[in-house]
T-cell receptor, first 109, second 117 residues
Framework: GQNIDQPTEMTATEGAIVQINCTYQ??????LFWYQQHAGEAPTFLSY??LDGLEEKGRFSSFLSRSKGYSYLLLKELQMKDSASYLC??????????WGAGTKLIIKP | GAVVSQHPSWVICKSGTSVKIECRSL??????MFWYRQFPKQSLMLMAT?????????EQGVEKDKFLINHASLTLSTLTVTSAHPEDSSFYIC?????????????FGEGSRLTVL
């Protein structure tokens, strides 16, 4: 079957760095997305990885290892506005997004 | 960037009535739109894929007659929740991909929170 595994909740301090891990099992693979979703709002796109390695975009970086079925989202210089849920979503062989339940990130001052 | 707009943002209705939610792509044409439902603290659940000019493709377990989808133009898809019941109360979100964008990310509407009394 298809499965996404992310921690349910994480807490970090403003200004710090946090890494949100995601492991996945899908029928085929065509890349992996990370989305940010603030409470009560729709998700917004953060990153897309299709090849192994690290993609850096400002304070956010995303890493992919296809052989391990593993990805992480790295957030640096955390700000209070980064408090949100972070959704890991791989694309399967049919280009269907498989959504995890997300990781709720709580930022404390 | 691509913009998807959804309306209404909030709707409260009585049990047994029908509710229509609109999803528009504002600056691009979307031959395909996706409708999701999300319950509190749960993942997005794909309900159906809306195809312009043809019937929607529904996911397993989603009632076609209850969740009517119409995609009559390249910029508008509508979801009608018919004979709504309290268990249909949820956050409904539409999304679309912008043609020609390499990364293929989804652009989401603002979402519509439905409360059925």
């Amino acid at each position: 079957g298809q499965n996404i595994d992310q921690p349910t909740e994480m807490t970090a301090t403003e200004g710090a760095i946090v890494q949100i891990n995601c492991t996945y099992q899908t029928s085929g693979f065509n890349g992996l997305f990370w989305y940010q979703q603030h409470a009560g709002e729709a998700p917004t796109f953060l990153s897309y990885n299709v090849l192994d390695g690290l993609e850096e975009k400002g304070r956010f970086s995303s890493f992919l290892s296809r052989s391990k079925g593993y990805s992480y989202l790295l957030l640096k210089e955390l700000q209070m506005k980064d408090s949100a849920s972070y959704l890991c979503a791989p694309w399967d062989s049919n280009y269907q997004l498989i959504w995890g339940a997300g990781t709720k990130l709580i930022i404390k001052p | 960037g691509a913009v998807v707009s959804q309306h209404p943002s909030w709707v409260i209705c009585k049990s047994g009535t029908s509710v229509k939610i609109e999803c528009r792509s504002l600056d691009f044409q979307a031959t395909t739109m996706f409708w999701y439902r999300q319950f509190p603290k749960q993942s997005l659940m794909l309900m159906a894929t809306s195809n312009e000019g043809s019937k929607a493709t529904y996911e397993q377990g989603v009632e076609k007659d209850k969740f009517l989808i119409n995609h009559a133009s390249l910029t508008l898809s509508t979801l009608t929740v018919t004979s709504a019941h309290p268990e249909d109360s949820s956050f409904y979100i539409c999304s679309a991909r912008e043609p020609g964008r390499d990364t293929g990310e989804l652009f989401f509407g603002e979402g519509s929170r439905l409360t059925v009394l």
